[in-house]
Each structure stands twice: as structure tokens, then as C-alpha cells.
């Protein structure tokens, strides 16, 4: 069993920077690709970022691209993901999710993912 908990959320103005974490404990070693969603409150959970076990291979939503960062430390055990230039649309409860297999193409269904953190709540002032 594998547990994932994140942190690193907060209160951050528009233009500033946040950089959340999310320490996976247990099994860790059977962790293939990470990835990080958000859930803004009356919506949808939305993909916001996945990386592969190997750190070379990373995805992102359009409205990240450019802005945000993953990536991941397989000796600590920990995804990354710098958030840089945030947004008010960007607030939102993020989520840590962990894939065992990661050799599914669609890497942005939260179907494919076994596990998930409590989440981290991330809110963007104006």
C-alpha cells in the first residue's frame, strides 16, 4: 500500500509563486509516473501535471504550460510541482496521484491513477 501526502498550498497573490510537495510513503518503490490534479470549488477535477518514473517525460495542461514545473526525487521519494506566475483561476484544492503501471496513454484520466493524497489547498488573491 502506498500512502501520498502533500503540502506546500497557501494564500499567494496573483503574479506570485508556490512549490508543493507530496511525500509518498509505503510501497513507493512500485510508483511509475506521478501527477498532480486540482479540483476548484463547483468543478470539475481537472490534469494538471504528470511526470514518468525516469523524470524525462512530463505532461502538462495547456493552462499550466509555462508557468508550472514537475518534477520528482525517486531517493526522497517526492513529486514536485513549482507553481510560478499564479493566477486566481489557479485556486483550487491540488491533488497528489501515484500510477503503479504508468504505461497508459492517458495520463490525464484519474481513472488510471491507484493513488491519491488528501490534497492541498492552493488560493490565489487578486
Known amino acids: 500500500q502506498v500512502r501520498l501526502v502533500e503540502a506546500g498550498g497557501g494564500l499567494v497573490q496573483a503574479g506570485g509563486s508556490l512549490r508543493l510537495s507530496c511525500a509518498a510513503s509505503?510501497?513507493?518503490?512500485?510508483?511509475?509516473?506521478m501527477a498532480w490534479f486540482r479540483h476548484p470549488l463547483g468543478k470539475a477535477r481537472s490534469f494538471v501535471a504528470a511526470i514518468n518514473r525516469n523524470g524525462d517525460t512530463t505532461y502538462y495542461a495547456d493552462y499550466v504550460k509555462g508557468r508550472f514545473t514537475i518534477s520528482r526525487d525517486n531517493g526522497e521519494n517526492t513529486s514536485y510541482l513549482q507553481m510560478n506566475d499564479l493566477r486566481p483561476e489557479d485556486t483550487a484544492l491540488y491533488y497528489c496521484?501515484?500510477?503503479?503501471?504508468?504505461?497508459?496513454?492517458?495520463?490525464?484520466?484519474?481513472?488510471?491513477?491507484?493513488?491519491w493524497g488528501q490534497g492541498t489547498q492552493v488560493t490565489v488573491s487578486s
Open positions: 496521484a501515484a500510477d503503479e503501471e504508468g504505461t497508459s496513454p492517458r495520463y490525464n484520466n484519474t481513472l488510471i491513477y491507484d493513488y
Open positions: 509505503g510501497r513507493a518503490d512500485t510508483l511509475f509516473r
